[in-house]
């Protein structure tokens, strides 16, 4: 069975662009959630999608948001990059709200 | 607000057990999860606790005390190949933060011969 799979490995932006992030989640998986992972740091929850839904999002601003497709696959937009925005993104996905969350290799994102 | 607390660095030998604890202050807790990760991979589930106990899944094991707010991590027969961070993370439900998982700042393990 296939994990969860992201694209693309890496990304190199500048200041000011926008960037798209995009993830399957594994089949018969219907959540999908986005971290952000900055350097050295633990992972910050970013956004849920549940049967197309945003479900909940983390203490991130507006510019960063997404959406989830009929076949559950989903894409992380972030608009108006920053510096800081540089991390590794993180997209997880499970069987419903109370499955376990099973992650992807992750899109390194580099805004110069 | 939620906090997780962790150790951030931990070394063991070969062959020895670890032990990475975890404390947790958050509303609506569901469960306590662990997760490894080497070198900016994937994090990779490693076991879960949604009752007080312990679970055991070959040489990781996994302990919660609700009451205490607690969990821990058992790692035994370490091998070289477990050097990586560890991260635990809360589970939520029927809260403001249903569906996130809170990760703590992960625990660095190395493991040395």
């Known amino acids: 069975e296939a994990g969860v799979t992201q694209s693309p490995t890496h990304l190199i932006k500048t200041r000011g662009q926008q960037a798209t992030l995009r993830c399957s989640p594994i089949?018969?998986?219907?959540?999908v959630y986005w971290y952000q992972q900055a350097l050295g740091l633990g992972l910050q929850f970013l956004l849920w999608y549940d049967e197309g839904e945003e479900r909940n999002r983390g203490n991130f601003p507006p510019r960063f948001s997404g959406r989830q497709f009929p076949n559950y696959s989903s894409e992380l937009n972030v608009n108006a990059l920053e510096l800081e925005d540089s991390a590794l993104y993180l997209c997880a996905s499970s069987l419903g709200l109370y499955g376990e969350q099973f992650f992807g290799p992750g899109t390194r994102l580099t805004v110069l | 607000g939620q906090s997780l607390e962790q150790p951030s660095e931990v070394t063991a030998v070969e062959g020895a057990i670890v032990q990475i604890n975890c404390t947790y202050q958050?509303?609506?807790?569901?469960?306590l999860s662990w997760y490894q990760q080497h070198d900016g991979g994937a994090p990779t589930f490693l076991s879960y606790?949604?009752?007080?106990g312990l679970e055991e899944t070959g040489r990781f094991s996994s302990f919660l005390s609700r009451s205490d707010s607690y969990g821990y991590l058992l790692l035994q027969e370490l091998q070289m190949k477990d050097s990586a961070s560890y991260f635990c993370?809360?589970?939520?439900?029927?809260?403001?933060?249903?569906?996130?998982?809170?990760f703590g700042q992960g625990t660095t393990l190395q493991v040395k011969p």
């Open positions: 606790n949604a009752l007080d």
């Open positions: 089949s018969g998986h219907t959540s």
């Open positions: 958050t509303s609506g807790f569901y469960g």
């Open positions: 993370a809360v589970r939520h439900l029927g809260s403001s933060n249903t569906g996130k998982l809170i």
